[in-house]
């Protein structure tokens, strides 16, 4: 059974940084792609990066090019996220999900909240 | 990058069909047929109901069912319940975006 979990969210100053982590279980991890998805609260979702089964391609949308770093570490079976110089508009919750004929599996999601 | 454009709400009562459009452009909708859908009930996560504009996941019920025309996906829900109510969400993979959500209400 496909198992995501995500980690790492929390209350961060605007202009700091946070490291999500999406932990992936039953299924072959190394073999997928994997995407993270954030949705503002009371907001649509939208989808903000990608990566491949490889590491490369990575794909990341225009709001957050610069700032944010996905990576994997397929050994550990593991997607990450990297969030620097964070704003107020970055606060969310952000999900984790394998790419296979569409999202076909989310996290729980975890909670991004950037303020003062 | 703007969204897809979906309506805000749709309605209906048990037992009707509804139908959800998603309209993009001939270089994301029109052009491939890498469309899917997500239901997301209030705070759950989104689940995969439509893949590759037609295709169904194991488990998810054929009262679901896709089509795409042009640069228009559309998701017909068929003998509406009332588990149905939730957002719904048109998405992409031709410039990975979403829809920005369509609120159905079950009468």
């Known amino acids: 059974q496909v198992h995501l979990v995500e980690s790492g969210g929390g209350l961060v100053k605007p202009g700091g940084s946070l490291r999500l982590s999406c932990a992936a279980s039953g299924f072959s991890f190394s073999d997928y792609y994997m995407t993270w998805i954030r949705q503002a609260p009371g907001k649509g979702l939208e989808w903000i990066s990608y990566i491949s089964s490889s590491g490369s391609p990575i794909y990341y949308a225009d709001s957050v090019k610069g700032r944010f770093t996905i990576s994997r570490d397929n050994a550990k079976n593991s997607l990450y996220l990297q969030m620097n110089s964070l704003r107020a508009d970055d606060t969310a919750v952000y999900y984790c999900?394998?790419?296979?004929?569409?999202?076909?599996?989310w996290g729980q999601g975890t909670l991004v909240t950037v303020s003062s | 990058q703007s969204a897809l454009t979906q309506p805000a709400s749709v309605s209906g009562s048990p037992g009707q069909s509804i139908t959800i459009s998603c309209t993009g452009t001939s270089s994301d909708v029109g052009n491939y047929n890498l469309v899917s859908w997500y239901q997301q009930h209030p705070g759950k996560a989104p689940t995969l109901i439509i893949f590759?504009?037609?295709k169904r996941p194991s488990g998810v019920s054929s009262r679901f069912s896709g089509s795409k025309s042009a640069n228009t996906a559309s998701l017909t829900i068929s003998g509406l319940q009332a588990e149905d109510e939730a957002d719904y969400y048109c998405c992409s993979y031709a410039g990975s975006r979403f829809g920005g959500g369509t609120k159905l209400t079950v009468l």
């Open positions: 999900a394998r790419d296979m004929n569409g999202l076909d599996s």
């Open positions: 590759e504009a037609n």
